[in-house]
C-alpha cells in the first residue's frame, strides 16, 4: 500500500476528479498509468504525454507507490 | 485611456502621407482591441465590395490593452484586411515582439490604404512615420529582408516582411516577423504585396498608460508565480507544440496524404522528440512568455545548411503528414523554403499535398509539369511546387490561388478533395471522427482555421458518435479564444499550462481601470463574432450556410486507417450540427444573424445591411 | 566584499521574451515600458540563433568616472543617484557589460540596484544569484 503524487499540466485538467491539477492517490500494488487512468475514470485519449519520475513513459509503463506522475494536455493549436 | 497608447496611425501609401488620429474612446470601451478594433474598422473603413487587392482594402494592425503590460503571453499583434483568399473577413495574428513596440511608438492601431507606386517600406521611430524606397529588398526572401532592414536600421527595430509570394500576390502568403513568427492566415501578406509594402520596421521608446501600476507590478507577480507553480511547468517547453504529434495519430487526426487518411505511420519520425534530438538549436519567445513554443533549428544536410523557427505542429502536421515527408530534418528543410518565399506554411503543405494528389490521379498531368510528376514524401518536389507558387510560375500560378480555385480550375472531380472552408485551407486536424472540431472548423469565421475553437479533447471526453453538446461548446470557444485575439494575448498559457480564465479580468483592471467579469468580456468578443458574420455577408454574394460546409472527402469517404478507421462524417449529420448551432447563435438557418441579436449585441449599425439578406 | 545578491546570467538558457526588463521598468519606474529596463537581451537571428543576456555585477567601473560623485556604493550596490545626476554619459561607455541604459525620456542613465527581481521572474534560470539569496519564485 502506497501513494502516488499525481500533476495534471493544461486543460484537460476539468476531466479529473474534483478538477484538481495536483492530488495524491492509494495504490495497494504496481499498475498501469492505463490503469490508474481507467480508475480516475479519465479516456487515456485525454493524455498527451505521461512522465513518471521526470521521465517520459509508455501509458503501458508501471507506477509504482511513492512516484510522481505527470499527466500533459494536447497542445490545441501551433 | 489607460492600457492604450492612445492613438491611431493612418498611412497612405497612394500619396505617401501618415497622420496620427487619437483613438476614439468609444472604439475601446466597445470593442477593447486587436481583433475587436480590425473587425469594426474594416466594417466602418473599408468600402464594400472593395477589391482585395486594390487600393481600397486597407490592412489593420491591432495590439490590445494588455499587449506590452507585465503579464504572461503578453505578445501578440493582430493583423485584418478584406481577405483576398475568402473574399470576407479576413485576420491573421502574430506573436514575437512587434506589438509592444508598436504601442511603444504610441500606436493601439495602424491603418494602412492606398497603393504605393513603386516597393517600399513603412518605417515608424515613435511618432517620426517615414515612407521609404524598398526597390533594394524586391525580390528577396522574407527573412532576408528582414536581416537586411536589421543591417541598415539596427537591432532595436521590430520588423515585418513579405517574401517573394505576398509580392506575386499569392493568396495563401504570410507575413513574416521575428525571423521565423507569421501572420499566415487569409492572405493579409497578399494585400501587402498588392499595395507594393515589403515590410514595416518599428521602434518606440514610450511607456504604455497604466491605471494602477502597482496593482499591476503586484497582479503581473502573482499571474507568473502561478505560471511557474503549475505541475509540469517545466516538462513542455523543449518540444512545445510538436509535442503533440504523436498523440493526435494516436486518436487518428493527422492529416496524411492531401487529408486521405488520419494516421502517418511514420509521425515518430517527425515529432517532438526527433525536433529535439535532431535539430533543436534554442528556444525562442514571444513577448512575456514563460513557456516558448518556438524551437529555432538548424538542419545541415549534403547539399543545404539552414537555420528555421520550427517545424511546429501545424508545419509538422500539413508539410510532414500532409506531403508525407518522413523525417524531421526535410521537414524543417521545406518549413525554411516556405518561409524564405513567405508562403504559408499550413496553407503550402495542404496546397502542395492537393497537387501531388492531382499529379497522382492524372488530374494534373506531366505536360502540366514541364514533364514531371508530383509524389508524396518527395521533399525536392514540395520545393519544387513552393517555388512554382510563390513565383506564379507554370502549374504555380493556378495553384497560387490556393484549393479552391485550384480545383475549380482543373475540375475532374479535384473539388472533392480540395479541402477548404471559404477558400481557406484547412489546417492540422483532420476532423472526420471529432463532430466539436469539424464544426469548429466549418463555422470559423476566417475559413477552416482551428485558432477560433479547438475542441478535440471536449469530443474524446464527451464522446466522439455523439452530437450533443457538441455546437453549444463549439460557441463558448469561439467566444473565448478569439477574446485572446482582443487582448492581444497568447492562449498557451491557458490551454497548454491551465493558467486560469480569472486572473484577466484581474490584470485587465489593473491595466485599463474598467471593471468586467469575464462573463462580460466574453460578450464583447460574441459581439465581434457577430460582427465578422456581417462583414462576409456584405462582401461575398450568396454567403450564409452554403459556406460553412466541410470538403466533400470529408461527408462521403470513411477514413481508409488507423485508429479512426471507417469514420466519415455523412451531410445529414453535418446538418445537425449546422442547425443546432445556428439555433443556439441566433441566426436563421442560412446562417445570417436575426435581427433581434444583432441589437442584442449592440450592432445596430450593420441591421441596414443585414436586412435585405434575410428576405 | 560581500554582497547580499550578486547577478550573474546563463545565456544559453535565455529565450528572449524580456520578462526581466519590464519588471524592472515597471518596478522602478512604475511604468510599463521594457526600453527602461537596466539591463539587456539580445538575439542574435537568423545565424547563430542565440540569445545574449547582459546584467550588472556592481563592478563599480561607471562610479570611477562619475563627475560629480552620482553613483555612491552601499553596501556592495552602487546606487545611481538621479537626482545628483548631471546627464554626462560618462559612464555608459566604461560599462563592461553595456548595462547602463540610455532612454531619451531620461536625463540620467539607467542602472541595476541589485533588486533581484529579474531573477525571481525569469521563467527560465538565465539570471541567477551566484550568492543564492533569490532564486526565481517558487523555489
Not at chain 2, 494516436?250 to 534530438?277: C, D
Not at chain 2, 481601470?513 to 465578422?532: A, D, H, I, P
Not at chain 2, 445570417?592 to 443585414?610: R, T
Not at chain 3, 526588463?21 to 545565424?47: D, M, Q, W, Y
Request: charged share 20%; aromatic share 8%; glycine share 10%.
Amino acid at each position: 500500500m502506497g501513494q502516488v503524487k499525481i500533476g495534471v499540466r493544461g486543460h484537460v485538467v476539468k476531466y479529473f476528479p474534483g478538477e484538481q491539477e495536483r492530488f495524491l492517490v492509494d495504490i495497494a500494488a504496481p499498475t498501469t498509468v492505463l490503469h490508474l487512468l481507467e480508475r480516475l475514470r479519465v479516456d487515456h485519449l485525454l493524455i498527451m504525454m505521461v512522465h513518471i519520475n521526470g521521465h517520459k513513459q509508455p501509458k503501458t509503463a508501471i507506477i509504482n507507490p511513492g512516484d510522481e506522475v505527470l499527466f500533459f494536455s494536447p497542445p490545441a493549436g501551433g | 485611456m489607460n492600457g492604450y497608447a492612445g492613438n491611431i496611425l493612418r498611412v497612405d501609401l497612394t500619396n505617401r502621407v501618415s497622420r496620427i488620429e487619437p483613438l476614439p474612446e468609444e472604439l475601446a470601451d466597445n470593442f477593447i482591441g486587436g481583433r475587436g478594433f480590425v473587425a469594426k474598422l474594416m466594417w466602418d473603413e473599408i468600402p464594400a465590395g472593395a477589391d482585395p487587392l486594390g487600393p481600397d482594402n486597407k490592412i489593420i494592425m491591432a495590439p490590445g490593452p494588455l499587449t506590452g503590460a507585465f503579464l504572461p503571453g503578453a505578445g501578440k499583434l493582430e493583423f485584418g484586411a478584406k481577405s483576398p483568399a475568402s473574399g470576407g473577413y479576413g485576420d491573421s495574428n502574430v506573436g514575437g515582439h512587434i506589438s509592444p513596440e508598436i504601442k511603444q511608438a504610441g500606436f493601439d492601431a495602424i491603418i494602412i490604404s492606398g497603393q504605393a507606386s513603386t516597393p517600399v517600406y513603412l518605417l515608424i521611430d515613435d511618432f517620426n512615420v517615414a515612407i521609404h524606397e524598398a526597390g533594394h529588398l524586391w525580390g528577396k526572401g522574407a527573412i532576408e529582408t528582414e536581416t537586411a532592414l536589421k543591417h541598415e536600421l539596427g537591432e532595436q527595430y521590430q520588423i515585418c516582411t513579405i517574401g517573394p509570394a505576398g509580392e506575386n500576390k499569392v493568396l495563401f502568403a504570410c507575413i513574416s516577423h521575428d525571423f521565423g513568427r507569421q501572420a499566415g492566415r487569409t492572405g493579409i501578406a497578399t494585400v501587402m504585396g498588392s499595395k507594393n509594402l515589403k515590410a514595416i520596421a518599428v521602434h518606440g521608446t514610450k511607456g504604455i498608460p497604466l491605471a494602477d501600476p502597482k496593482a499591476t507590478l503586484a497582479k503581473g507577480k502573482e499571474m507568473f508565480a502561478a505560471c511557474f507553480a503549475k505541475p509540469g511547468f517545466e516538462e513542455w517547453t523543449p518540444q512545445g507544440t510538436a509535442g503533440v504529434t504523436d498523440w493526435v495519430n494516436e486518436v487518428g487526426a493527422f492529416p496524411t496524404r492531401n487529408f486521405q487518411t488520419s494516421y502517418f505511420p511514420q509521425h515518430k519520425n517527425i515529432n517532438g522528440e526527433a525536433l529535439v534530438s535532431k535539430i533543436k538549436v534554442t528556444d525562442k519567445a514571444c513577448f512575456a512568455c514563460p513557456i516558448p513554443c518556438g524551437k529555432y533549428s538548424r538542419v545541415k544536410r549534403p547539399g543545404y545548411d539552414v537555420y528555421v523557427e520550427g517545424p511546429e505542429y501545424e508545419t509538422i502536421a500539413l508539410i510532414g503528414g500532409n506531403t508525407e515527408i518522413d523525417n524531421i530534418e526535410d521537414c524543417a528543410f521545406a518549413n525554411y523554403i516556405v518561409d524564405e518565399l513567405g508562403l504559408d506554411s499550413i496553407s503550402a503543405g495542404n496546397v502542395i499535398g492537393f497537387a501531388m494528389e492531382c499529379s497522382q490521379k492524372g488530374i494534373i498531368t506531366a505536360e502540366d509539369l514541364g514533364g514531371r510528376t508530383l509524389n508524396f514524401g518527395s521533399v525536392d518536389d514540395f520545393v519544387w511546387v513552393a517555388e512554382a507558387i510563390a513565383h506564379r510560375r507554370g502549374i504555380g500560378a493556378i495553384l497560387a490561388d490556393g484549393v479552391k480555385r485550384a480545383a475549380a480550375h482543373f475540375g475532374q472531380g479535384s473539388e472533392r478533395f480540395a479541402i477548404h472552408v471559404k477558400g481557406v485551407e484547412w489546417t492540422g486536424y483532420e476532423a472526420r471522427y471529432a463532430p466539436a472540431m469539424m464544426l469548429s472548423y466549418m463555422t470559423a469565421d476566417v475559413g477552416a482555421h482551428h485558432n477560433r475553437s479547438w475542441a478535440i479533447t471536449f469530443d474524446v471526453a464527451s464522446g466522439r458518435d455523439k452530437l450533443e453538446g457538441k455546437a453549444k461548446r463549439v460557441i463558448e470557444l469561439q467566444h473565448i479564444r478569439p477574446l485572446f485575439d482582443m487582448l492581444c494575448l497568447c492562449r498557451l498559457q491557458w490551454v497548454e499550462l491551465g493558467f486560469e480564465l480569472d486572473w484577466y479580468p484581474q490584470i485587465f483592471q489593473a491595466v485599463t481601470g474598467k471593471t468586467q467579469s469575464f462573463e462580460e468580456l466574453l460578450k464583447f468578443s460574441e459581439r465581434v463574432w457577430n460582427l465578422t458574420r456581417a462583414y462576409s455577408l456584405r462582401e461575398i454574394p450568396g454567403f450564409g450556410r452554403d459556406f460553412d460546409y466541410p470538403p466533400r472527402r470529408f461527408m462521403e469517404e470513411p477514413i481508409p486507417d488507423g485508429p479512426a478507421a471507417g469514420k466519415v462524417m455523412p451531410r445529414e449529420v453535418i446538418d445537425r450540427l449546422l442547425d443546432e448551432y445556428y439555433d443556439l447563435r441566433g441566426w436563421d438557418q442560412r446562417g445570417i444573424p436575426s435581427g433581434a441579436k444583432l441589437a442584442e449585441m449592440g450592432l445596430d449599425f450593420v441591421e441596414g445591411v443585414i436586412a435585405p439578406l434575410r428576405s | 566584499m560581500s554582497v547580499l545578491i550578486r547577478l550573474a546570467t546563463d545565456s544559453s538558457r535565455c529565450s528572449g521574451c524580456k520578462v526581466c526588463l519590464t519588471i524592472c521598468a515597471l518596478s522602478h519606474f512604475g511604468e510599463n515600458n521594457p526600453k527602461k529596463g537596466a539591463l539587456r537581451v539580445e538575439g542574435k537571428f537568423p545565424v547563430p540563433g542565440v540569445f545574449a543576456v547582459a546584467v550588472c555585477n556592481q563592478c563599480g567601473a561607471c562610479a570611477t568616472v562619475c563627475p560629480v560623485d552620482a553613483i555612491r556604493e552601499k553596501d556592495g550596490v552602487y546606487i545611481l543617484h538621479r537626482e545628483d545626476c548631471i546627464g554626462c554619459m560618462n559612464c555608459v561607455p566604461v560599462c563592461p557589460f553595456n548595462v547602463l541604459v540610455v532612454h531619451p525620456a531620461e536625463k540620467a542613465p539607467i542602472k541595476c540596484d541589485s533588486c533581484g527581481d529579474c531573477v525571481r521572474y525569469c521563467p527560465r534560470d538565465a539570471i541567477i544569484d551566484t550568492e543564492h539569496t533569490v532564486m526565481r519564485i517558487g523555489r
